[in-house]
């Protein structure tokens, strides 16, 4: 079974520093990869997805996250934080065949100070 | 609507009652997810609908907890003789056969007192 692990439960940054919020995949196949967020009070909003091609994929708010298969990671980086950034972020996979469950990592919650 | 919709969006109950949660995916979604997700703890997988297979269930934590979809679409969470740690916030989700992440609705914030 697929699970996802995110050993950061929270991080503080300053703002304007960059990010790297780390997560790593135990799946044999090649899995769909998501970063989504959530911030205090809201749904949870798709940040970016991964399930083929280029390994390096962008996504809104200035997102971007690397899929490493050798390292069965898919971490998320920003390079400069904005103070609205501040939220929980969860990782998850799922797997390439259509339709099958979602598994999201415990999540990390991200705290920006000024 | 255009997005995942979920009613009550909050519900209080006394411990002991039955309660009913419900989720309205986007229409044409066959995919349809419900996860828990209590203070300071991540999504629990809870059960899962893809068109007219059997759900997986693997996620449902007792016997109290079932879920059903009509139709293909709408469907209902219920808890039966809520205990106090079924507190949680309770999301739905679905997916389309074109989309592959999950749209996820507000969530329906339980409490059980």
């Known amino acids: 079974a697929q699970s996802v692990t995110q050993p950061d439960i929270h991080i503080t940054v300053s703002e304007g520093a960059s990010l790297e919020l780390r997560c790593n995949y135990s799946?044999?196949?090649?899995?769909?990869l998501f970063w989504y967020v959530q911030s205090p009070g809201q749904g949870l909003q798709l940040l970016l997805k991964?399930?083929?091609?280029?390994?390096l994929v962008q996504g809104i708010k200035g997102f971007e996250a690397e899929f490493k298969r050798s390292q069965s990671s898919f971490n998320l980086r920003k390079p400069s934080v904005h103070w609205s950034d501040a939220a929980e972020y969860f990782c998850?996979?799922?797997?390439?065949?259509?339709?099958?469950?979602?598994?999201f990592g415990a999540g990390t919650i991200l705290r920006v100070k000024s | 609507g255009a997005g995942v919709s979920q009613s009550p969006s909050n519900k209080v109950t006394e411990k002991g009652k039955d309660v009913e949660l419900r989720c309205d995916p986007i229409?044409?979604?066959?995919?349809l997810y419900w996860y828990r997700q209590s203070l300071g703890q991540g999504l629990e997988f809870l059960i899962y609908?893809?068109?007219?297979?059997?759900?997986?269930k693997s996620g449902l934590p007792s016997d109290r907890f079932s879920a059903e979809r009509t139709g293909g679409s709408v469907s209902t969470l219920t808890i039966q003789r809520t205990q106090q740690e079924d507190s949680a916030v309770y999301l739905c989700?679905?997916?389309?056969?074109?989309?592959?992440?999950?749209?996820f609705g507000q969530g329906t914030r339980l409490t059980v007192v």
């Open positions: 989700a679905s997916r389309g056969q074109l989309n592959t992440e999950a749209f």
């Open positions: 799946y044999g196949a090649t899995p769909y």
């Open positions: 991964y399930f083929s091609g280029d390994t």
């Open positions: 998850a996979v799922g797997e390439m065949e259509y339709g099958n469950k979602l598994v």
């Open positions: 229409s044409g979604h066959t995919a």
């Open positions: 609908f893809q068109g007219n297979s059997a759900p997986d």
